[in-house]
């Protein structure tokens, strides 16, 4: 289509940064600040990171019926998910044809067509251009098949996630989640029908700072015990073998672990610290003996235990690069705005085949971490973006763990060590480097960043 051409022909803007000069701008154990502040870095990374890569768009429940919509974005590209007539998912591109109007202004909903407001062309849901108003202005020679809609050529679905790509080539979409799938399926496989449902709106929140002031921070245990330090107090109170509190008690000497999972992916395994379930190791809340109550008397204790073990989160911190956060029962996904603007969107998730009681207390769990943990976050992002500005401090450091011989990589490359270091941010870089300039750094985690010293 039309739409694709203008994206191939004019998609890698001119950076200040070459791609030479930002292959050297990663040296492994930390990256330039230009990284984080320069508004030509970020439009490449628009183009060449977001959507150059399997990046996540919509859970197929938010489009569970045919003609069903949802409108998000693709770095900064307004998209609509529209799941057509004969049921196929399709990821447009919500601009208009005509003069560059998006045509879809409602976040979800169906629709078999949707009409431009500004001059009313009308394209169907599959893209098509279906009709303009008095067409002979056009004369003999218009084409509508010229004037559909924009499509991202690649849409692909892993149970349930639905991820785009213009890179056409890629391998197919499980094949480069790879390793992730082990524990986006441990995610999922808790639930009765092996899958949740995203049916409400987001939780939305905004930061001045840039995209990857998230992505770095979603496997960091490092952080827990002095960022959050209000939160960890607090639910001290209630003794201190709870959710978080191991990341106050010499982390690195339990069981956690933090991975490098490949293609930008991390995750943070918090399971083997949850020695007795997971509902009785969360956080205390307001109302849960109410809950607990109301399942032991309905179901009986076996019953109830299974049921509330499904109200918490699995115990896993699983980042899809480069914007899909799986958090405890959230959905958080990534949105950036501009190179020092950020939006965040935190989905909840309910299950079936449980009590409705589980999923009302699913939703007051849900409500617990975006209140009283992320703003811990979202400061540090504001204010390392404000730090970054110093010009004469270049560099950004994530050496943790280097020279201690306390990583493994595995045979698939997957590299595991204490759940704080940061090995599974110098492998993301390692995948920003190869999307934004064809070529890693070189960087390995077995020998260290010899070359580079
Ligand atoms: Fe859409 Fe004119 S901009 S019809």
Not at 5 to 21: A, L, Y
Not at 235 to 262: E, I, N, S, T, W
Not at 436 to 447: H, L, N, V
Request: hydrophobic letters at 35%; one cysteine or more; glycine letters at 10%.
């Amino acid at each position: 289509m039309t739409q694709l051409s203008v994206i191939r022909d004019h998609g890698s803007p001119e950076s200040t940064h070459p791609d030479e000069e930002l292959r050297r701008l990663v040296r492994g154990d930390s990256v330039h600040r230009t990284l984080y502040t320069d508004p030509s870095v970020f439009e490449k990374e628009m183009v060449r990171v977001f959507g150059g890569t399997w990046t996540y768009v919509a859970h197929e429940s938010q489009i569970p019926k045919p003609d069903d919509f949802f409108t998000t974005q693709l770095g900064v590209r307004p998209v609509i998910v529209t799941r057509d007539s004969r049921g196929q998912v399709h990821v447009l591109l919500n601009r208009c044809t005509h003069r560059g109007s998006t045509v879809c202004r409602e976040p979800s909903g169906s629709a078999k067509r949707f009409q431009c407001p500004y001059h009313a062309w009308t394209f169907a849901n599959d893209g098509r251009l279906e009709s303009v108003p008095w067409p002979k202005g056009y004369g003999s020679n218009f084409s509508y098949d010229a004037f559909g809609l924009g499509s991202v050529p690649r849409v692909e679905s892993y149970r349930q996630f639905i991820f785009a790509t213009f890179n056409m080539e890629l391998p197919p979409l499980a094949e480069h989640l790879g390793p992730a799938t082990e524990y986006l399926d441990a995610w999922l496989d808790r639930y009765p029908t092996g899958n949740v449902i995203v049916r409400s709106s987001a939780q939305k929140m905004m930061y001045r700072g840039n995209w990857k002031l998230s992505y770095d921070n979603a496997a960091d245990g490092y952080h827990p015990a002095f960022s959050h330090r209000s939160l960890l107090k607090v639910a001290a109170r209630y003794g201190d073998d709870r959710d978080m509190q191991y990341f106050a008690k010499r982390p690195d000497d339990g069981p956690l672990y933090v991975k490098y999972l490949g293609n930008g992916h991390t995750v943070v395994d918090q399971r083997p610290g949850m020695r007795e379930g997971y509902w009785k190791w969360i956080r205390p809340f307001p109302g849960m003996e109410a809950f607990e109550a109301v399942l032991r008397k309905k179901y009986g204790d076996a019953e109830a235990e299974r049921f509330l073990d499904m109200g918490p989160g699995a115990g896993l911190n699983l980042n899809i690069f480069p914007n899909l956060l799986i958090i405890g029962n959230h959905l958080q996904i990534i949105e950036p705005v501009g190179v020092d603007t950020t939006a965040l969107s935190w989905y909840g998730t309910t299950i079936e085949g449980v009590p409705e009681e589980i999923n009302t207390l699913r939703m007051r769990m849900q409500e617990d971490f975006p209140a009283f943990g992320e703003p811990d976050d979202l400061a540090n992002f504001e204010e390392a973006q404000r730090g970054m500005l110093i010009p004469e401090m270049e560099w950004i450091d994530f050496s943790r763990g280097v020279g201690t011989g306390c990583e493994k990589t595995d045979h698939l490359g997957v590299v595991t060590g204490p759940v704080t270091h940061e090995h599974h941010i110098r492998g993301y870089f390692q995948e920003w480097s190869r999307l934004m300039t064809g070529a890693t750094t070189g960087w390995s985690e077995d020998r260290g960043n010899a070359d580079e010293r």
